[in-house]
């Protein structure tokens, strides 16, 4: 079964704090995704990386930034927490060639920004 | 902006009943097609996948596809309460890094 783990299902940190969010997938997956995920919004996209050292933008984009050294692993970074970032933030990895296009979760990271 | 919409529900169906969930998108280069369920406090897992117009059924659910009107849908027959959860709909683009965007789900309640 394919496994994505995040480093925190629960943090709290303080205005202004850096934010280190932490993805590693177990199968070999080219595609790493963050969302973000809000009640009565659905599932946002971040930022995503279609390979090592490649990043793309998502759909909200600002006030975060991603690192990706290594295939098996996706980080989310906020460079200065802000209120506005408290949220369930997910990740996902999916495989690039042929096959369902289907994005397999983490557990999620719930972030609570003070 | 690629926007994928769903009616936010709550969706309450008595059990046994076929319940309908409905998911419009408006970029027309989209070329795949998911429904995923969501449970309280749980990640988004995977239920259904559709890439040609017509109908696809697996088990109680069918998944839906209408090119032409931009419409995907899932209908869940025999409704049980475990199927009470959140239904996501995501819209795939293969030539841009395999990215899905969601509609906000579709609450679903299924009443014993």
């Known amino acids: 079964d394919v496994k994505v783990t995040q480093s925190s299902r629960y943090l709290v940190k303080r205005t202004g704090e850096k934010v280190f969010l932490e993805c590693v997938q177990d199968?070999?997956?080219?595609?790493m995704f963050w969302y973000r995920q809000d009640p009565g919004l659905g599932l946002r996209l971040i930022y995503f990386s279609y390979d090592v050292k490649m990043k793309e933008k998502g759909d909200i984009p600002e006030g975060y930034s991603v690192s990706r050294e290594k295939k098996e692993r996706f980080s989310l970074i906020l460079e200065s927490a802000s209120t506005n970032q408290t949220s369930m933030y997910l990740c996902?990895?999916?495989?690039?060639?042929?096959?369902?296009?289907?994005?397999?979760f983490g557990e999620g990271s719930r972030l609570t920004v003070l | 902006q690629k926007e994928v919409e769903q009616n936010s529900g709550p969706l309450s169906v008595p059990e046994g009943a076929i319940a309908s969930l409905n998911c419009t998108y408006s970029?027309?280069?989209?070329?795949?097609f998911f429904w995923y369920r969501q449970y309280s406090g749980k990640s988004p897992e995977l239920i259904m996948f559709?890439?040609?117009?017509g109908d696809k059924e697996d088990g109680r659910f069918t998944a839906q596809l209408n090119k032409a009107s931009q419409y995907v849908s899932l209908l869940i027959r025999d409704s049980q309460p475990s199927d009470s959860a959140t239904y996501l709909c995501a819209v795939g683009f293969y030539n841009q890094g395999g990215k899905l965007i969601f509609g906000q789900g579709t609450e679903l309640s299924v009443k014993p």
């Open positions: 559709i890439y040609s117009n």
């Open positions: 199968m070999d997956h080219e595609n």
């Open positions: 970029d027309r280069g989209s070329q795949s």
């Open positions: 996902a990895s999916s495989f690039r060639g042929a096959g369902t296009g289907e994005l397999f």
